[in-house]
Structure formats: C-alpha cells, structure tokens
C-alpha cells in the first residue's frame, strides 16, 4: 500500500475528511457488534488500521486490551474460510511491559532513519510457568498518528502502580560456577533497560557485603532490591531489608514481637546451584522469568520466619535445616576450594558415612488457621504463650526441618515441604528419627521422585507456628574432624538457614511471621490458569 493512502485511511477512522470512511462514533458501533459481550462493554479509545504480520488489519485500543482483525474482501455471509482469515486477535495491557517507536536504520545513519511505526513488548505466559518476552510490531508510516497511538501505550503503562521505575541490584560473582555477572549483563540488563527501569548495581565482594551496604545506604530513590545469585545471596538480602524495617520503625532487635514489614520489595534472579527461593516463588528455575516478573511488577507476599536463641534475634529466613543438613553445609563450607557440585556430592557422602543422630528436645505450637484465634496471638504480650498448647518431642534426631516455603529444586521437584505454601501462615516441620543408613538414604532418594517421601515409619511431619530446638549434647559421635571444628566454634551446632552457615551453641527458637516481606514472582497456581491468546506472537 503505498505510503500517503495508507496515513489517509488511518486519518479517516480517527474522524478524517475522507468521504469513504464512516464517522467515529459508526466505527466504534460496527467494531463492538461483531465483538465477544465484556469486549464491546468496552471504551474504545483509539481506532485504525496498521500492518500487523502480513496482513492490513482494523485495529481498536481500549482500556483493557489491544484487539485487532484482518481486513479481507467482502464475501457470502457464512462462508468459513472467511470467517477463519478475519480471527479476531488480542492482548491485555497489563502483559505490554514497553512501547518503543520503529524506525530502520542503514549503515552509518545515526539519525533520521525511516519510520516504520510501533513496537509492543510483551510478556507471554509459556508452559510450566515460564515466562517469555516477545514483540508485536504495528507498521503504520503515519508518523503522527503513530505518536498519539505510541502515547495513549505510554499513559495506560505508567498507570500499572507496582511496576519498577527505579532497582538497587546486588550481584554475587562468586555464586555457584561464577556466572551470575555473565547472566545479569546478557540476560537481565537488556530487559530492564527495554523496560525504561534506572538500575543501581553493587558487586558484592565479600560475605555480609549487601548487608553491611543495606544497613546504611538510602532506598528513597528505588522501588525495589534485586539480588543477582543464589540462596544465600538472596537470604542475606531479604535479612538485611528486614533488619532496615525494624530500625526505621524504631524496634530493637533482642525481642521482636510483632516485626515490621519489609518496605521494598526483593527479586530474586536465580544464579546459584540449587536456586530454592527462586524455583518456589515461580514454579521454576528461569533467569528470564524471574527478569520478567520483577519488570511487570508481580508482588508475592511471602511468610519469613524469626531465628533467635535466648531472647536475641539471630536473623530472618524462609527455611532451615538441622541435623544432616546442618552438618551436611558444614562440611561443604570446610571445602570451598572445590567445585559447587563436587563440594556438594563430597559432603553429602561424608555425611551419610559418618551419620550419626543428634539428641534433642523438640517442642512445638501447632498451626491453628482461626482467624479469631490468629488475631488474639497477634496482640498477645510476650508472656501470654504459655497458654498455647505447646507440644514436645524428644529423642534422637537425624535430621530436623522447618520450612516457611515449599522449598522446591531440581533435586526436589515436588519440594522438600510440598504441604506448604508461600504465605499460607504455616511452617512445615519434618522430623527423621533415628534409622539406619539404608533406610535414611531411602528416604532422601524419594525427593526426586514422585512417591511420597515421608511414607517412612521414622518420619513425622506437622503444621506449626513455632518451634523450638533444644540440643542435649555437645558431642554427638561425629567424626574426629567434626569435633575439632566444634571446639574451634565453641561447640556450636551447624544450622543450614537458605543454604547459610548458621553455628549457635544453644537452643534455636523459630517463629513463623506471616507476608512480611514481598517478593517480585507471580502465584504459581494463577499461572498455571493462564493462557497465551494471541497466535501471532
């Protein structure tokens, strides 16, 4: 179609002068007949023809979707080749993350180059919830036309409340095979700078870097934190933001009640070995879609749990692990000179060579969801837990987990607490009493597989609140070397918390403090509702 007949036919759909095209408010009427009842409820707010693939297609921007349809021939009402080629096509708004004018340029022009019309950029929901970027090109030489198209996209954009303007990134380069710096400048910088989002990034250079940064550094300017790497990483940054919310609301830290809320939220961009955090918020592992959540502004609330022993608060966290998961990380950190999958495979084969119980009191206050019961907790003085019904357990102890978080992975596929969820204002506790090797290793196999893996006689699982863990011995039967390291470390016990290192030499009580931080990811269970509806992306 040549360049002035295609501006003159758009200009008449607007309410141009040329004869051949119907008035505006015509237009709108003959476009809503034809629709689906919710699309012709609709507002259409700019109507006109543009290029979209190969074909001329009649296209209606409302307040909620972008709609279009080929523009064919005029044939026998019924014929279904027809009414085939005229589809209908849509997308919602709310997937559109940017707008970008189009033109062409060739070598060496810097400037001036050939206007071609609009670009969408969308997210597209993908199997097994991934999430895709793509584009959508409206090819209309009109200039201006096109710039009052490309401003209508611009104002319904600014109008989505939780999407990013401006991130503080913190990157680990040290995370699993040190790849996190080659991931956040080929995968994750184009997207956001795509996006229009400022970024701020810090490479991380030591343990405790992102925290000691976060305690002091001002967030006014950020409308969320990112951290670039794996479990710990993120763990340390989340720790720190609620560290930051605590003292900004003026709370001391020894005895925390009530903790205040996390006032930015955290992505997490997953460039670690085993990606827990990441792989729960999203249903999976996946650079682009973790990006591509923080760009669309998905907030997920998230329950964290309060880890302190003898009134003082250790840290924040979403899972631990003590026992053979404690030990199984001590071991790993004594031989950080390997490999991440080398360290790891070398320390769960020592572990299991040298298993060996710990003794233990275990008390616990069961979950109860009562919302009146919830609020009364919510008020309670720190003294009035006594009235709970606490339960205890004692024995020997193989492993002990309490998760906030299903803590899924490649290696764990259905979770390591498949019964819980992100913000269900529960922790999973998942007690392995003492057995023997063959049947514990039977136990850890069943992870990877889709049989239940708790389906042991020496398993126990509860839903719970609280939960404290009283060691009884400082020696336990380990290995020479375990025990050298325990009198280098005060006799502490090694506590797995996100996949760090936690050594406390006395009882650990953790608490479950539900949506007190949000994360950037989308609900699992929506995405798997949703569906892709345009076809020509």
């Known amino acids: 179609m040549p360049r002035g007949r295609r501006g003159g036919r758009v200009s008449a759909l607007e ?8 008035p505006a408010a015509a237009a709108s009427a003959l476009w809503a007949a034809g629709q689906q009842p919710e699309a012709a409820a609709e507002q259409v707010l700019l109507r006109g023809i543009f290029e979209i693939g190969r074909n001329s297609c009649d ?85 201006d036309h096109c710039n009052v198209w490309f401003r209508q996209f611009k104002k319904t954009l600014e109008g989505f409340p939780n999407r990013p303007k401006s991130l503080k990134i913190f990157l680990n380069p040290q995370s699993h095979k040190k790849e996190a710096t080659q991931i956040y400048y080929e995968k994750v910088e184009p997207l956001l700078k795509i996006a229009g989002i400022k970024t701020d990034v810090t490479i991380t250079e030591y343990e405790g870097h992102a925290l000691s940064l976060l305690k002091e550094c001002e967030l006014q300017e950020f409308d969320g934190v990112v951290c670039v790497g794996g479990d710990g990483s993120a763990s340390e940054v989340a720790h720190a933001l609620l560290l930051r919310a605590q003292k900004n609301a003026g709370l001391k830290t020894d005895s925390i009640l009530t903790p205040a809320h996390a006032q930015l939220p955290l992505g997490v961009i997953p460039a670690g070995s ?79 060579a040298h298993l060996k119980p710990e ?57 390591l607490a498949p019964n819980t969820r ?8 998942i007690i392995a009493r003492n057995t023997s090797r063959p049947e514990f290793i039977k136990h850890l196999k069943r992870y990877a597989s889709v049989k239940n893996q708790f389906s042991f006689p020496f398993v126990e699982t509860y839903t719970v609140e609280e939960v404290k863990v009283y060691p009884r011995n400082k020696t336990s039967g380990h290995s020479p070397e375990d025990q050298r390291h325990e009198t280098a470390s005060e006799k502490s016990f090694p506590w797995n918390v996100d996949g760090d290192l936690m050594e406390v030499a006395s009882e650990v009580h953790v608490k479950l403090h539900p949506k007190l931080i949000n994360l950037y990811g989308g609900s699992i269970e929506e995405m798997n509702d949703s569906k892709v509806t345009c076809d020509c992306l």
């Open 359 to 415: 003794d233990c009191e275990i008390s616990f206050l069961p979950f109860n969801g009562s919302p009146d019961l919830q609020q009364r907790k919510a008020q309670r003085s720190p003294k009035s837990d006594c009235n709970d019904q606490w339960q205890m357990i004692q024995g020997q102890f193989l492993n002990v987990s309490i998760m906030a978080i299903p803590c899924l992975c490649s290696v764990a596929p259905r979770g």
């Open 274 to 352: 085993t990606n827990v955090l990441a792989h729960s918020l999203h249903g999976i592992s996946h650079v682009v879609t973790a990006t591509l959540h923080i760009i669309m502004g998905h907030l997920q609330p998230v329950d964290v749990c309060t880890f302190s022993t003898t009134g003082k608060l250790l840290r924040f966290g979403f899972s631990a692990m003590f026992g053979f998961g404690g030990r199984t990380l001590a071991l790993a950190e004594r031989h950080r000179w390997m490999s991440p999958n080398q360290r790891r495979d070398f320390a769960v084969i020592k572990a299991l």
């Open 15 to 22: 309410g141009g002068g040329e004869e051949e095209a119907p």
């Open 422 to 429: 992100l913000n269900n204002g529960s922790m999973a506790l």
């Open 59 to 143: 296209v209606a921007l409302s307040e909620r979707a972008l709609r279009w349809r080929p523009i064919q021939p005029e044939r026998p009402a019924g014929d279904s080749k027809y009414d085939l080629l005229c589809k209908e096509e849509f997308i919602e708004l709310k997937d559109i993350f940017s707008v970008k004018l189009k033109r062409r340029y060739f070598a060496n022009q810097q400037r001036n180059g050939t206007f071609l019309g609009i670009t969408l950029f969308i997210c597209l929901k993908k199997e097994q919830n991934k999430l895709k970027d793509s584009t959508l090109d409206l090819i209309n030489f009109s200039e």
